[in-house]
């Protein structure tokens, strides 16, 4: 059974930075689409970033391209997070995600298309 844990949330202002890690457990984690996704409180969930195996590569919103980067350890089995130039609209509970295929482009972007969520961990932006 895949199990997924965040950490790392937390409370910072606008313009610092924070990194996110997702522990992982359950199987071996070298192949699938694996990444964030994130939920505002009152919006829909809305995808973050996600890194694909098999020569897919990462993956990234708009909303977060240049200011988030993805990565992966693939010995510890973990998928980090990190955002830098954080804004207030970055609010959000964001959980991590994984799916054991490896994911088209045209399917990323759908929360739907993921098997395994983690609980989430807040991270609250302050103006």
């Known amino acids: 059974q895949v199990h997924l844990v965040e950490s790392g949330g937390g409370l910072v202002q606008a313009g610092d930075s924070l990194r996110l890690s997702c522990a992982a457990s359950?199987?071996?984690?070298?192949?699938?689409?694996m990444g964030w996704f994130r939920q505002a409180p009152g919006k829909e969930r809305e995808f973050v970033a996600v890194?694909?195996?098999?020569?897919?590569?990462?993956v990234y919103a708009d909303s977060v391209k240049g200011r988030f980067t993805i990565s992966i350890n693939n010995a510890k089995n973990t998928v980090s997070l990190q955002m830098n130039s954080l804004k207030p609209e970055d609010t959000a509970v964001y959980y991590c995600v994984f799916d054991a295929s490896r994911l088209i482009l045209s399917r990323v972007w759908d929360g739907e298309n993921y098997n395994h969520w983690g609980q989430g961990t807040q991270v609250t932006v302050s103006s």
């Open positions: 890194f694909r195996w098999s020569g897919g590569g990462p």
């Open positions: 359950g199987r071996t984690f070298s192949s699938g689409t």
